[in-house]
């Protein structure tokens, strides 16, 4: 009996020990088998998380953010124990002592899953296994996974230490409201660093891992409340806070930026505009978009905080007054249902879900607003972020008589039936200049002409302003950098500038008479913008006053091949077609390479390349690039010499010889002296530009700069057609150049044009392009830069090869009289009488 009892739990004993053996060789083939290829560990301890790519302004604020992933990398040793300690007590409370897995958490997870049928299958895993999952493997719930995740944690407790492996996690998990990492989540949801949390903040923030649509702030706040509590139970129990701790912060209310109980971080950054876009896409074209959109990068932009208001405004008055006064009503192309109209609750989500701009201030802020109820007294609005019970939210009846609605035949109705109930419209305070009291609510529209604006640096080409449009939410092109329209006139320095490299001076005479070309598409006959002629005329006078058939001659003397190597070393153009046309501005370009290219007059001949970027840095806070090339050895050095300044060496090409950069700048300062902008541009320091209007007025510009700083305008519709006969660009662009450079020469100063060595300085008559005495002065004479040793022969006249009309006046001053009094060069006045004409000059020149 003893034998056979014995030999009984012999039996199960072999049993068993074959048991174990036969589930162990199971358990360790089934590790060997997938642990053969699974992905290497090891590129963990060089992982960079994919995080935010931040721009700041020149002042340094925070101006934009680009990212795929919002992730802020926070290293271990910037994390506090407090955040580290709830997110251990929420998800791993053991994570210090396990190797990487916790076989009793998988025990009781099977436990549960097989008690209920597959009805309550939870996860077992440790925050190491999560960090695998997250890194290396799928997000599935398949057993193969599970396996592979032990086998990987094991691993990877070997190669990493406890708190790189915590790092890893707290950056890389998703916690909601597109925050991956606690520290884009701390200021998603609080507008708090991680070192300014609470310990219910924190508590908080580990709640969300489990499923963060599920624990929403607002829409599942009462759920979110109860696992907040648990974790701060947890943390309690585990020693990270005492019961006096845990009883206050459990008490404490649900605090978030989505119910409203902070203020966003979002409300410390300007709307995303033209400036901060063309930022995005020209760093993506430059280091990949998934480098920008990935990378960290740290962007320092040129933008200048104080200027960029001024420049959206400058522009935007412009467009809405000329769309004003077309008188013509669309409104936003916007409506609501009738029935959300009956609750203020469901109107208001439904306005706030319309997309119609809201990043538009002009004079005041714009508001999205809906027709509530329309009547004699006008149209009563619902406004998006403005109480209702303020009794005011009337649009009255005459700030509808400005325009009239197109109807759907595509004619004008009548005068002030303007909006219907159920209209989504923009609208405005009306307020006093006084003091700025509220007058009443104004009916405003996105201009359908649009626009852009451009200044930078003359010496270094940071661009300090950009618009590209009236509202970068209404239009995300940028039609100052992105626009190819014809620069009309403004194109016309170019030519004058290539003929001066010639041999040509401001005093050349070239006549200014009726043209024909034989071209394929039939004769063309370019004529001036006054439709007059005006004979044999000085340089300066043809471009003071945009003569067309002057710079057509003047093209054809000096070669359009050589104008186009001209224009294409300034920049304006990669390759521009020979022909005549293209003197005058016909083929397209954008306004940032016109820009940029007037900048190289402005600052002596020197090359700029334009920039919105000075610096960028990566994620550890290298610089990856650097616009400014200049050399400064001073820079170095530990201490200066009181009142010295550091000496910057340039060593930018030269692309324009100094005396001609120069003639040409005195050139465009008599445009706006007394030329085509002088009723428009007038700044207290010198100024030098040129307008630029196109056939039938379809674009119109104006490029300016003063010593320091140079701007440009351009405007016209999207799909170019005219914007009527009275359109120009001295009459709207010189006005949005004058707005801002008023303000901008307040700020950057402004000096006399730098004269260059090798300018011997003339006086000459601007009209006949006659020598004068030293002492010679009026309103003809103009002190004219000539080249130190340079043969002038005063008084030959070129007229490109072309036949010339008989009898022209040879010169004539615009809305000049007959005769004139001149002061001659020994002090003594004349009077000078009508100006020879072609057929009674004998001898000289070429006609």
């Known amino acids: 009996m003893f034998r056979f009892i014995l030999s009984f739990l012999g039996g199960i004993f072999t049993t068993i020990t074959m048991s174990v053996a036969m589930v162990a060789l199971t358990i360790g083939a089934i590790f060997w088998m997938y642990g053969r290829d699974l992905p290497s560990h090891e590129s963990l301890a060089s992982y960079t ?5 931040r721009i700041y302004s020149g002042q340094g604020r925070l101006i934009d953010e680009f990212a795929k992933e919002r992730r802020l990398f926070a290293p271990a040793n910037t994390i506090p124990d407090l955040v580290k300690q709830a997110f251990i007590s929420a998800e791993d409370k053991n994570f210090y002592d396990h190797d990487g897995y916790d076989l009793r958490g998988i025990g009781a997870a099977a436990f549960d899953a097989v008690r209920t049928r597959g009805q309550d299958v939870r996860g077992a895993s440790t925050i190491t296994q999560q960090v695998m999952k997250n890194f290396l493997l799928s997000g599935d719930r398949q057993a193969e996974r599970k396996v592979k995740e032990i086998i990987l944690a094991a691993r990877v407790e070997q190669a990493l230490d406890k708190e790189k492996i915590l790092e890893l996690y707290l950056n890389e998990i998703f916690l909601g409201q597109n925050s991956y990492g606690v520290a884009a989540a701390s200021q998603t949801y609080f507008n708090k660093n991680l070192s300014d949390l609470a310990p219910h903040e924190a508590a908080t923030l580990a709640s969300l891992p489990k499923a963060p649509s599920d624990f929403h702030p607002v829409r599942r706040k009462e759920r979110l409340l109860a696992r907040r509590n648990f974790v701060l139970r947890e943390m309690k129990e585990n020693g990270y806070i005492t019961e006096a701790v845990y009883e206050q912060e459990r008490n404490k209310p649900l605090l978030s ?426 700044l207290p320091v010198p100024t030098a530009g040129k307008t630029g209007t196109t056939n039938d007025s379809k674009d119109v510009w104006f490029v300016g700069f003063t010593s320091n700083i140079v701007a440009g305008c351009y405007i016209g519709y999207d799909q170019p057609r005219s914007l009527g006969n009275s359109a120009s660009g001295g009459g709207m662009c010189g006005p949005v150049f004058q707005r801002f450079m008023s303000k901008a020469v307040q700020k950057y100063g402004g000096g006399t044009f730098r004269v260059p060595e090798g300018c011997v300085f003339i006086n000459i008559d601007r009209f006949t392009g006659a020598r004068l005495g030293e002492n010679a002065s009026g309103n003809n004479v103009v002190s004219e830069c000539f080249r130190d040793g340079e043969i002038i022969d005063f008084g030959i006249t070129f007229d490109g090869g072309f036949a010339m009309g008989a009898d022209l006046p040879l010169v004539e001053e615009v809305g000049g009289s007959a005769v004139r009094e001149v002061t001659t060069s020994t002090g003594e006045k004349a009077v000078v009488g009508k100006k020879a004409t072609i057929g009674n000059v004998i001898g000289g020149g070429l006609y």
């Open 49 to 53: 998380p994919p995080t935010i790519s």
């Open 257 to 682: 930026v989505q119910n409203g109980d902070f203020e966003s971080f979002k409300a410390d950054l300007p709307p995303r505009d033209y400036f901060t876009d063309e930022i995005r896409r020209q760093l993506s074209e430059d280091f990949g978009e998934g480098e920008f959109f990935t990378g960290g990068l740290s962007v320092r932009a040129t933008i200048d905080n104080e200027m960029q208001p001024i420049a959206a405004d400058a522009l935007r008055r412009e467009l809405e007054a000329f769309d004003r006064g077309r008188g013509v009503w669309r409104g936003t192309g916007k409506t609501l249902a009738p029935e959300v109209l009956t609750s203020e609750s469901a109107w208001r989500d439904a306005l706030a879900a319309a997309r119609v701009p809201r990043d538009i201030t002009l004079e005041t802020q714009w508001f999205p607003a809906v027709v509530l109820e329309v009547s004699g007294e006008g149209a009563r609005l619902g406004i998006e972020g403005v109480d209702s019970a303020e009794g005011d939210n009337w649009v009255p009846p005459q700030d509808m008589e400005w325009a009239r609605a197109r109807k759907s035949d595509g004619n004008l109705g009548s005068r002030g039936d303007l909006v219907s109930v159920g209209d989504v419209v923009l609208v405005r305070r009306m307020v006093t200049d006084s003091d700025g009291s509220f007058i009443r609510w104004t009916l405003r529209q996105v201009p359908e002409v649009q626009g852009g604006f451009v200044a930078m640096d003359v010496n270094t080409g940071r661009v300090i302003a950009m618009q590209g449009g009236f509202s970068y939410q209404a239009s995300v092109f940028n039609r100052a950098t992105q626009a190819k329209r014809q620069p009309g006139s403004s194109f016309k320095p170019f030519v004058f500038a290539a003929a001066l490299d010639s041999g040509y001076t401001p005093a050349t005479i070239v006549v200014d008479a009726p043209i024909e070309i034989n071209t394929p598409q039939g004769i063309w006959r370019p004529q001036n913008s006054s439709n007059r002629y005006y004979g044999p005329t000085p340089l300066r006078t043809g471009i003071e006053q945009s003569r067309n058939l002057m710079t057509i001659r003047l093209a054809q003397e000096v070669g359009m091949n050589v104008v186009g190597d001209y224009a294409e070393r300034f920049g304006v153009y990669e390759n521009l077609s020979p022909v005549l046309a293209n003197a005058l501005g016909s083929q397209e370009t954008t306004l940032y390479q016109m820009v940029a290219a007037y900048a190289m007059f402005a600052n002596g001949g020197e090359r700029v390349t334009p920039t919105l970027v000075d610096r960028v840095q990566d994620r550890y806070g290298r610089t990856v690039y650097k616009h400014d090339k200049r050399i400064c050895e001073d820079c170095s050095l530990p201490t200066l010499a009181a009142g010295q300044s550091p000496r910057v060496i340039s060593n930018r090409e030269r692309v324009m010889d100094p005396v001609t950069a120069y003639q040409l700048t005195s050139m465009l300062k008599g445009v706006v002296d007394r030329g085509t902008a002088r009723s428009s541009v007038n």
